[in-house]
């Protein structure tokens, strides 16, 4: 069954869209079973993997219409274990036409309900801001990766996301949780960075990724080739980093799994115990 994490900030140019090329086609490498969404209008992701918006037919917003099932609009990319839902700027549109739908905030959710054991992962990128876009995606996830620019304004941006995440919870999607804090466009060589870095690992302790993403050219490049930056330069800084935040959330993922049956195990065995001591 898949995890379905949104990829989510409410603030623009903080590294979303750039994570969710590349720890999809991260998790891809090492060989799980990734569906990429692009739900933001600007269809970055979508040209990220290879799509620009001249090349891509149907789309999400056919699948939020009703008109198309997701699996009619998914692509294939580079990466055998990484297919793509794209979208063009036409999402926009989705935005006004399900106003009035009763079901308009679940759209997406039912969409992907098929799917979900199909893949290992599923990645929502969402749009910089809160409409009826996020709040499908945000519906329609587990769980919230958020992506965090260490600069000044940084926490006051998350505080606000933070508070969303909370009306989510509170009304649409009980179960939601944060999968974690991603820093991102890390510059060791200024102050500025690491203060950040060290206040939001002070207020989030291991809610924060141990991997961090820093500043790097051969990542900002990669997008206008089509790629994500493991098929563009694997040696890369940005490469290995997206590499280490995968195997983290594999190892994360496993160990959670581990946790039911270790302790369903435990009682298993202290029942045993008993049973021969009563014996």
Known sequence: MARTIAIANQKGGVGKTTTAVNLGASLAAAEQRVLAVDMDPQGNLSS?????????????????????????????????????????????????????????HQRLAEALAPLARRFDYILIDCPPSLGLLTLNSLVAADTVLVPLQCE?????????????????????NPNISIEGILLCMYDKRTNLTRQVAAEVRQHFGSQVFESIVPRNVRLSEAPSFGKPVLLYDIDSAGARAYLQLARELIDKHARSARKPRSTAGRKTRTRRRRSASQG
Do not use: C, F, N, Q
């Open 48 to 104: 990220g993997l290879g799509y620009p918006k001249t090349e891509v037919g149907a789309h999400v917003y056919h699948v939020l219409g009703g008109e198309m099932s997701a699996e009619e609009v998914m692509l294939d990319t580079e990466l055998e274990y990484l297919k793509l839902l794209p979208t063009t700027t036409d999402l926009i549109g989705a935005e006004l036409e399900l106003v009035d739908a009763l079901d308009r």
């Open 152 to 172: 000044y304004y940084a926490l006051e941006g998350l505080g606000h996301l933070l508070s969303t995440i909370e009306r989510v919870r509170g009304s649409v």
